[in-house]
Every structure is written in structure tokens, then in C-alpha cells.
């Protein structure tokens, strides 16, 4: 594996599920490619998969570099953090001025834009790029995000357009926009990913423990529904899990996995930075809020045997409820998108991306794991007007929630009497209640503020900042 007189196309820094299947997609389009690996065995899987002879792994850093045409080109897939800062130290001084480093995990925004400032002094084309669509996208077509440098994605962009998913002959990569901003948006797709797999699970419990239904009826619901309007990846793979028994078992693996679901911190930082930018997004906080609980297994537990529970029961005919249950979910995927993408129109005005909110929904048809039929709505919306301030603006979003308002509120109604937690759900029905609320009781919470606090206030209809002596100071 050490020696070669090739001279590759393109460069792969880490040869795990996703490095090593993203060099033999290139490979299938006739892109030559090196992969490094410090550990030997996946460089040596990786020329065993290779079916065109035309990918080879190294385990020394230096052959690696020296067998890339010039100028190289390489991408990373590491984990996120202080290990890209060694990986780039350590490549630095095998590298010329012009040669092009890519950084494809899920690297904070903050960590890209310092690296885009480092590299630049040096002499160096680097971008931040997102990618989406797990192993299998990887291997047949991801959706991916650039950002950064535009000149080094110009170079890459033929190759990464071979690669990518394809829909309706479109590939499913664009660039995204100047410094971080692949890497934002990867956030940010993330962060709606949690709110659609909350919105999911709470289906689930629903259809388990409030309509009492054994698994073969809860896959066929999940299947139904992704024959129709709520087509997507996350309920094609669902109703896969519905259906999948591990060998010599005679019951679902679902039933076998325990109740914590970890993260790696994305949907975190999608959060984080909503704050930050007063961008609200409650429906996907509760879906970061819900992974966090789910890790407390033992308090949940005592606290179970401390409150005790009437017998979960949905009094309903369940024929009507799964009909309204599918409008709420409908209702609630919409609004999860809604809040990404206004997010994502606050950090390009504060940002300065100039994000080009329809190809961002274009390139998320296809590859990627949020994918489904809706963006396709949210694409025509944005293409029909650039400049539109919110999702629910749109006219035809606006009769599509309208029309599916009323099973959110029939679902929620019945969930919340009968004790089943939906706080996805919920969030998303109070954020879109608060939405269209020409007078939210805000003007209490500021006369609050300005009582314990003399923050001030100001007045319907006249201009100026105000403050109130709320009680009259005493003769003492």
C-alpha cells in the first residue's frame, strides 16, 4: 500500500463509512482517488471495493500527498473539532500555495470561519462543506453543501456534481456562500432532521400506547403515509424498522432498543444559534430538549414509580384520529421547516451569505436525509419569491397549514387529556398560534421588565422610549 507511480485526482483524509464510499462514487465516474487512513486495514477495504482499480489507501501522510496531481486537492472526513486542526498542521508543510483543502464533516460554523481566515493567509483554497445522506448517499449520490472559497469549489464542482444525488437531472449541490456557510446550512439541516425524527417518535407513541397498536399496524401507517404527501426518507426508513426482526428472533428489534437516543451536537448548535440571532425554532428545541431527556433512563424511571399513571387511553374512533394524526404531522413537518428556513434567512442577513433559499430546498430533494416531498413547496415558494420573509407567507403554504391546522388540534386535544407527551407537536401548533397573533401579551412581559427592572418600553402610536414609576416611592 506505500507504493505507487500514480498521480490521483483527488485526495481523501479519513477512510470510514463515509470517506471511503464518497472515493468510490468518484471512482464510478472516472475520478482517480487516494484515500489516507492511519489505519492500514481501511485503505486495503477500500482497494478491495474499488471495482475500477482506480482508488488506493495509504497509512504515511507523506506518500499520500505525493501522489496527487498537482494542484491537489484533498477533503477531509474526520470528526469535528481539534482533530481537523491537527490533520491541517500536520498536511500544511506537504502542501504547495493553490492547492485546495475541503473540510466535509460537521465542523461548527465558528471553527470554518477561522480556518477560511488562517488558510487564506497562507497561500491556501479551502471550503467548509456539508453532506448529507449517510452511507448510502455517500456511495450513490449525497446532497452536498460548499461554502467558502468560490474559485476552489469552481475546480471542484465538476466532480462534485458527477457524485451528487440527482434530481430530475439536477444535481443536488450548489454553492452555498462565502466563508461558513455550507457548514451553517448543514447545521441548520440538522437541526430540522431532530424536529422530524421528535415528530416521528411522538407518531409512534400515539399509535402504540394512546391507540394501543401492535407494530405490524404502526409500520403499515408509516408506510401508507409515505406512499402520499408525507413522503421522505426518515418514514421510508421507519416503516424499514417495522418490518425488521433479527435473525433467529421472533419479534421487531425496535422492541429490543433501549430509550436513549444520543447526538453529536449539531442539533445543539442549531439551537444555540437561533438564540443567538433571535430566531425562534421551539419545535426543533424540543427536539434537542427530548434526546437530553431521554439520556436521565434512571430518573425517568424513579419518577414513573413516584407519579402514578391512570391508564393511557385515547377515547376515539381510530380510524378518524390516524386521518386527523396524519394532518398534524403534515402540520408539524411543515412548521419544522418553516422555523429552519427562517433561521437560515437570519444568519444570511447577519452573516452576509446572500443565501439563495431556493436552491438551498432544491439541493435537499435528493440525497439527503431530510429529503422529502414538501420541498418541493418550499422550493416553488422561494423561486416564486426570493425575497419571502417566512415560509408560512407563501400562499400556497399558507392553504396547505390552514388545511391541516384543524387535526393538530384534534390530536393535541386528545393527547394532552390522556397524558401522552408531544412536545414537538406542541411547539409547533403554539409557535404557529404565536405566528399569526397580530397581539401577543409581550406588552405584560415588557411592563414586567420595566417594573423590577427600568428596561423601559415603548408606546402604540407614539415614538419615543418610556418608563414608569409602577408604585409611588414612599415619604420615607
Known sequence: MSNTSSKYDFGMIGLGTMGRNLLLNMADHGVAGAGFDKDATKGTLL????????????????????????????????????????????????LDKGDILIDGGNSHFTDTNRRVDELE???????????????????????????????????????????????????????????????FVKMVHNGIEYGLMQQIAETYEILKNGLRMDNESIGQVFSKWNDGRLQSFLLEITKDIFAYKAPGTDHLLIDDIKDEAKAKGTGKWTSQVAMDLQAPIPTIDSAVSMRDLSKYKQL???????????EIQLNVNADEFITALEQAFYFSMIVTYA????????????????????????????????????????????????????????????????????????????????????????????YFDNFRNKRMPSNLTQAQRDYFGAHTYELIGKEGVFHTQWVPKSDD
Open 47 to 94: 482497494e478491495q471495493e474499488g471495482k475500477h482499480g482506480n482508488v488506493k489507501g495509504f497509512s504515511d501522510i507523506k506518500e499520500f500527498t505525493t501522489s496527487l496531481k498537482s494542484p491537489k486537492a484533498i477533503m477531509m472526513l474526520v470528526p469535528a473539532g481539534k482533530i481537523v486542526d491537527d490533520v491541517i498542521a500536520e498536511l500544511l508543510p506537504l
Open 121 to 183: 493567509t497562507k497561500g491556501f483554497h479551502f471550503f467548509g462543506m456539508g453532506i448529507s445522506g449517510g452511507e448510502e448517499g455517500a456511495r450513490k449520490g449525497p446532497s452536498m453543501m460548499p461554502g467558502g472559497d468560490r474559485d476552489a469549489y469552481n475546480v471542484m464542482k465538476p466532480i462534485l456534481e458527477s457524485i451528487a444525488a440527482k434530481v430530475d437531472g439536477a444535481p443536488c449541490v450548489t454553492y452555498i456562500g462565502p466563508g461558513a456557510a455550507g457548514h
Open 300 to 310: 425517568r424511571e424513579q419518577a414513573s414509580a413516584l407519579y402514578s399513571q391512570e
Open 339 to 430: 422555523e429552519g428556513m427562517h433561521l437560515l434567512a437570519r444568519a444570511s442577513e447577519e452573516y452576509k451569505y446572500d443565501l439563495k433559499l431556493d436552491e438551498i430546498a432544491k439541493i435537499w430533494r435528493g440525497g439527503c436525509i431530510i429529503r422529502s416531498a414538501f420541498l418541493n413547496d418550499i422550493f416553488n415558494a422561494y423561486q416564486k419569491d426570493a425575497k419571502l420573509a417566512h415560509l408560512l407567507l407563501d400562499g400556497n403554504v399558507h392553504n396547505l397549514v390552514s388545511e391541516a391546522a384543524k387535526g393538530a388540534r384534534t390530536v393535541l386535544s386528545a393527547t394532552v387529556t390522556a397524558g401522552i407527551a408531544t412536545p414537538s407537536y406542541l411547539a409547533s401548533l403554539s
